[in-house]
Every structure is written in C-alpha cells, then in structure tokens.
C-alpha cells in the first residue's frame, strides 16, 4: 500500500489538526466539523494529483481553451456516522462523484476492550472499473475501514482504491497495510504512535463522531 503522510509537510493542515485535538476547542461542535470538511478538502486536493485526466477544449466567449480535467469515475464512500464532514469536504472538490453510505460500528460483546465491527446500513453504486475513495476520519484498528470494504465487493471492483483518513494510529496503517494490495493509497493527515486498551489513537482527539454530533447512547 502506498502511504502518504500529510504531516511530513508543514502546512496549514497542522492548524486544523490541532483545532481539532485541543480539548477545549473540540467543545465546538461546528468548529470540529468544520475542520474535519477542511482536512476532507485538503486530502482531497492531494488526492487528486494522483488520478487519470484527459485533454479537453473549454469554450470561452473569446476562444477556447485547452486545460486536463479529470476522466476517472469516481465513488465517495463515508462510514457513517464521524465519515459525514469528511465526507463533504472530499465532495466539496469532487462534486460530480457517485456517493456511497455505510454503518459501523464497534460492537462489545463482553467487556470494553474487545470488539467486533458490525456493518447493518449500505446504499452503494455499481463500482465496477470506478475509483473509489473510501473516507473514515479515524484509522485506529483498521477493522472498520476492511470490514467496510469486504462489504462492497458484491457491488463490482474498483479500478483503484484511495482510503482517506484524518488521524491514524500506526497500528491501524500497519492493519491495512496488510489487507489492501500495493496499488492501493492511503492519504492521511498525520498518525500517531498507538492504541490505548480500549482501541483509541493515543494522542488522537477523543471520539470524533461524538465531537461532530452529539454522544450516543450506544456503546
């Protein structure tokens, strides 16, 4: 797999992690979603250097003109329910793409620190020779990001698979590492060193689905 590490570059990018980390700040829900959209369009911006274009002709009023414009069909598949401003924000750039929506989620069985990930809800395209972008915003065990994509096989294969997240653990990247072919990419914002007993990216930012909307009731 193919990793690329956003946080090997200082940019602007950095203020928006850390927006997000900041405790006190995070208690802005709109704030934190907003970054989350922002990191979104910057991954996408990325992203995008990477995928097949065309030559086309633009009609002007005075002529026209000659630019590349990009020729892959593309699929955005968020998990639902932290995957929505990440989502937005890879739509704010890629606003013609097909979209895809599915669930999961960590389910525990008997005690907090063991889990498995449970898929239930998925509206999906044909995917067959398309691009697909597969957004989670946090990459921690991985499980969710495989589990997500064993459950899109019946729907076709892609062409090629870009996985984007905001904040990793390495633990997560070294997972799909595993269970992804070498062509695939992954364009993450930065990643952090390990997971805690409970599955959580240390230093990470918390729980980012209950940071953008609310907690829930479900554990």
Known sequence: MQIHNLSKKKSILNTFIA??????????AMRFRRNIERTGEILGYELSQSLQYASTAVKTPLGNAETSLISDEIVLCSILRAGVPLHNGLLNYFDTSENAFISA??????????????????????????????????LATGQSMVATFEALKP????????????????????????????????WIATVDEKLNN????????????????????QQ
């Not at 927006?19 to 802005?28: L, P």
């Open 19 to 28: 927006e997000m980390r900041d405790i006190d700040i995070q208690k802005d």
């Open 105 to 138: 989620y960590r389910h525990h069985k008997h005690n907090p620190e063991s889990f498995e990930i449970i898929v239930e809800y998925l509206a999906c395209p044909k995917l067959e020779g398309k691009t697909l972008i597969l957004a989670d915003p946090m």
């Open 155 to 186: 729907f076709g294969t892609p062409k090629s698979v870009h996985l984007v997240s905001v904040i990793g653990a390495q633990q997560g990247v070294d997972f799909v590492s595993k269970h992804f072919d070498s062509e695939t990419h992954l």
């Open 198 to 217: 409970k599955g959580y990216i240390i230093p990470g930012l918390g729980d980012a689905g209950d940071l953008a909307f609310g907690e829930k009731l």
